[in-house]
């Protein structure tokens, strides 16, 4: 899906972000080999938007992004990053279409993210930002 080039193409273009997570943005679900910090998103759902006047289809995304750490502060510091690198933002484009328009709908703890064991303090962390992206593809 060119959306998900465009989300992983964005990400990383902000050192803030690939700084913690370096290249660890996956749709859908972490790959157990995958060490913390990462960030993994999902498409939510997908809509097309009538523009008559251009000559590319625009859409519009709602995307979950969830930022996982050890700790709950680390979550928190990749969820400002992913903050900072869809908010509001405009312009990113690769090969597949461009962004036009992104913004972040709220940023919310989960706590644990996973069903950890009773009383486990040990599981990994989660913070998610939900932001709406407004695309183009070529």
Known sequence: MSLSRLIYGRSQAVT?????????????????????????????????LPDLNSASVAYMADVQFRCIADMLADAYSIAYQVNAA???????????????????RGISALGLAADPPPNDTDSPREVVVSVRIFYTLV
């Open 86 to 104: 869809f908010n509001g933002h405009s312009g990113y484009s690769d090969v597949t279409g461009r962004i036009t328009k992104s913004i972040v």
């Open 16 to 48: 803030g972000l690939t700084n913690l997570i370096g290249t660890k943005v996956s749709p859908n679900m972490r790959r157990a080999d995958t060490t913390l910090p990462a960030v993994v998103y999902e498409i939510e759902n997908e809509d097309r």
